[in-house]
């Protein structure tokens, strides 16, 4: 399943956009994060590395992920885009839509680089 085009406009030209993740008690927690779209897929990244939360419940609870927007909330399933292509495609998309932001190089360190995931409509 993919996203429409004008979502993955959407997605591409937003500066930030917010990821609604579950905690096991089943309480919602919203995170501001970086999205790129490569080729009509949907690349994010912890810039915390394996500890951030958002992260950790993506990968626990994969199918109760949510990407927010402009307002919109949009249910998303977490894939794993932790190989070398993946990981390439996500830097690449990192470099250049924050180019001219400080703290880009964060976002590419090896030890966040897997935390690379692709987000699928669900």
């Avoid at 996203?3 to 927690?29: K, M, N, W």
Wanted: glycine content about 8%; aromatic content about 8%.
């Amino acid at each position: 399943m993919f996203f429409d085009a004008a979502t993955l406009r959407r997605i591409d030209t937003a500066y930030e956009v917010d990821i609604e993740s579950t905690r096991p008690d089943g309480t919602t927690r919203t995170t501001t994060i970086w999205a790129v779209v490569d080729d009509g897929e949907v690349f994010v990244r912890s810039w915390k590395g394996d500890r951030g939360y958002w992260y950790q419940a993506a990968l626990d609870r994969p199918d109760e992920l949510a990407l927010i927007v402009d307002g919109e909330r949009l249910p998303v399933r977490a894939v794993g885009a932790n190989d070398e292509a993946g990981i390439a495609r996500c830097s690449a998309g990192l470099s250049k839509k924050y180019r001219r932001v400080g703290s880009l190089p964060g976002m590419l360190l090896p030890r966040v680089l897997p935390t690379t995931l692709r987000l699928e409509p669900r």
